[in-house]
């Protein structure tokens, strides 16, 4: 199971990062990766760390959103600075082993003044 923390209310220019905690499984090498589903609109990726260890990035939140991994905590994260509030979304954490689809439960991300 994945479970993701971090989320909450912040500020246009804001930071914050998200957590996700896999348990009964691990991150190790495997292709990992931060999607968001905003309000009526469909899920998306955001953020994805391929199994040749390469990282890739929406144009939409390039330069901003740095994903990363600790194999040791057996966590993932996704560093989020300059938020906008077109980052708006519930963020969910993504593990793909051995051909099988991990998903976290989501959390929720909301940039407003």
């Known amino acids: 199971q994945l479970q993701a923390s971090g989320g909450g209310l912040v500020q246009p220019g804001g930071s914050l990062r998200l957590s996700c905690a896999a348990s009964g499984t691990t991150f190790g090498l495997n292709a990992v990766a931060w999607y968001r589903q905003a309000p009526g609109k469909q899920r998306e990726v955001v953020a994805r760390i391929r199994s040749d260890r390469t990282a890739n990035y929406a144009d939409a939140v390039e330069g901003r959103f740095t994903i990363s991994r600790d194999i040791r905590k057996n966590t993932l994260y996704l560093q989020m600075n300059s938020l906008k509030p077109e980052d708006t979304a519930i963020y969910y954490c993504?593990?793909?082993?051995?051909?099988?689809?991990?998903w976290g439960q989501g959390t929720q991300v909301t940039v407003s003044s």
């Open positions: 993504n593990l793909v082993k051995n051909r099988v689809e991990f």
